[in-house]
């Protein structure tokens, strides 16, 4: 008989995600009893490829990026839950690891270190460097993901005990540059409206000095200079993404100053 699975509930969030849902849904189902699939609209085949696939689709219109998490982990029959995005796969290897934790019952931590490889349109898995920090396996019991319409990443509770996973989730966050610059932008756009508003002095500042140390931290932090060429342009293209979300919250602040004084 096959071994059952973990009591893990894993849960996507999509929109317009036919390029990998199917395969992403495969993946997690080789470690998680289930998946939750929380479509805010899609107008292509998600849905249907996603339940082909073997997940449960939940229609919530979209409420946020957390909040449209928090709507997904209600909608869960476990309390372990596996965070995934529409363009994250699950590998057999990381599959085997999440078993290994269950095997005698719950595990010893409640919080998973689970870092995302980037996968390149045209290239191997950069597992070694440029990895994102991320913690995706997680009990519910002990941490939710935040009531916010911007922040999708929780901050660990004082006294949760945490553990690491050794193998990535592999991220094929695009497939070109041109989609990668697209999914910047909108996402500086996401936060410049939302979060807190910057001083003027604070956001003159970044902007004007903000665009190399970003880089800076990109390429040689994160290591992307193991990238080659491509890892130039990705470290450039994501340090121009950050900056632009200082450089929209500059506007903001302006809008929003003429307002009042209207």
Known sequence: MPTPRPPISAYIRTLNEARMIASVVKAALGVADEVVVIDSGSQDETRALAEAAGARVIEQPWLG???????????????????????????PVLAQEIFALFENGEPAASIYRTDLALVPPNGRPWLNFGLQKRHKLYDRRVVRQPDHKAWDQFDIPAGARTGRMKNPILHHAFDGVASF??????????????????????????????????????????????????????????????????????????????????
């Open 65 to 91: 990026n957390g909040r449209q998490k928090r709507a997904a982990e209600d909608a869960c029959r476990h309390d372990w839950l596996l965070d995934l995005d529409a363009d994250e796969i699950i590998t």
């Open 181 to 262: 610059q697209n999914k910047l932008n909108k996402h500086s756009s996401v936060r410049a409206e939302t979060l807190p508003l910057k001083s003027g002095p604070a956001l003159a500042l970044r902007i004007i000095f903000g665009l190399p140390f970003y880089f800076a931290k990109k390429y040689f932090l994160q290591q992307y200079f193991r990238g080659g060429v491509y890892g130039f342009a990705l470290a450039f293209l994501s340090a121009e993404g950050r900056w632009l979300k200082d450089v929209k919250m500059w506007e903001r602040r302006k809008t929003e100053r003429s307002a009042r004084k209207d």
